[in-house]
């Protein structure tokens, strides 16, 4: 059978494959947009203004994983939040907002380790609930929601394309397992799912936040002109296929189910991105800024954390033992030949605000 249309979430646990462990390159991401949100709030943010009797305060992250990067990302919101708050409010005795901050996931996210590893609740500014869903439709009441966000999550479509899949079809990704731009009608299937899924996706946020409401999303894009093949993830990407078919010759799995494998993935280019979120009317485009990813990355630190967001998937695949096996050759493989970063094409950060009209 091909790879399940359900995504499957990032690895869980706190052992040392855990996602927890393996985040910080998302973490220096969100780390360097802090203070532009933070002062975009303070700034821009007029649900106060619209609502003056306002009383809670919500905040929801979508494909909020299983920590900590959650944590951060939302307590830097609240902190803008008050600040704006106190600063309106400081000469009427308003009483101060409370918070109530939804973090949702697929239903078989780790939520437990999430919760576990939360600030304690003497620390914690804010009430916290599990909302289990794919952020693919709607997850919350409508207008109920203040302030939106996600990272790292939109890449991940609700499904493969099902003509990867057909060898009859010019979409057959034969054995690659990612849309990595070699063979052009592969990239125009998954680009058109893309584009659908972001539709959903845009189409339910809208219906959940309130007019005036923010959504900040943050993630991943390539440059116009710019191909997978060329970025360090598409290189890393057909090194794990390649792995994979040498697996395949031992015996621990088959080409047949290799073929019968893609991820549900794709990074857009910067054009793409633009034109999924100008379709839906209902947001304005307030800021739109794409930079370099900061962080110096090595062949081991990739290793490991592309085995904490994929261990979930290739497990559900191709069965139980598979995974060490095949980042042990990952590692193998890399440590003979390198990735060399400074030779690869950029892979872009991008951050957008968009205002709920």
């Known amino acids: 059978m091909p790879t ?12 040392q494959h855990s996602y927890i462990h393996n985040s910080s390159y998302q973490k220096s991401a969100i780390d360097g947009i802090e203070e532009k949100t933070r002062q975009y709030i303070l700034k821009k943010l007029d649900i106060l203004n619209l609502n003056p009797d306002l009383k809670t305060f919500t905040i929801v992250d979508f494909g909020c994983s ?8 939302v307590q830097n919101i ?42 304690p609740s003497s620390e914690r500014e804010y009430f916290s609930l599990g909302v289990p869903g794919s952020f693919y439709g709607r997850v919350l009441p409508r207008n109920s929601v203040h302030i939106g966000l996600t990272s790292y999550t939109t890449q991940w479509l609700s499904k493969v394309p099902e003509q990867v899949y057909d060898k009859k079809s010019p979409a057959w990704n034969k054995t690659y397992i990612q849309c990595n731009n ?28 309130v007019p005036g409401g923010l959504m900040i999303a943050l993630g991943q894009c390539v440059p116009d002109g ?35 494998f893609n991820l549900p993935v794709y990074f857009p280019l910067y054009s793409e991105l633009m034109g999924a979120i100008e379709q839906n009317k209902k947001f304005t485009i307030e800021m739109m800024e794409t930079a370099s990813h900061a962080m110096q990355l090595t062949n ?18 191709f069965g139980d033992g598979v995974v060490d096996e095949l980042f042990d050759q990952v590692s193998k493989k890399l440590s ?9 094409k950029e892979h872009m950060v991008y951050h957008v605000v968009l205002k709920r009209q």
């Open 226 to 260: 710019v191909y997978m093949y060329e970025t360090w993830p598409g290189i890393l990407m057909d090194i794990i296929s390649d792995c994979l078919l040498d697996i395949a010759k031992s015996g621990v799995t088959t080409v047949e189910k290799i073929e019968l």
């Open 4 to 15: 399940s249309s359900q995504s499957y979430p990032m690895n869980g646990g706190d052992d």
């Open 336 to 344: 003979k030949q390198p990735i060399d970063f400074e030779k690869c």
């Open 300 to 317: 081991d630190f990739i290793t490991s954390m592309f085995r904490a967001v994929l261990s979930t998937i290739i497990e559900n695949h």
């Open 78 to 119: 609240i902190d803008a939040v008050k600040l704006k708050h106190l600063n309106k409010n400081k000469e009427n005795g308003v009483l101060p907002l409370e918070f109530q901050v939804c973090f949702n996931d697929l239903p078989n996210n780790d939520f437990n380790t999430l919760f576990k590893t939360q600030p």
């Open 182 to 209: 070699l063979i052009e009608e592969v990239t125009k299937a998954y680009k058109v799912q893309f584009t659908k899924d972001m539709k959903i996706f845009l189409e339910a946020r809208a219906q959940e936040l």
């Open 66 to 73: 299983s920590g900590p990067n959650t944590f951060h990302a």
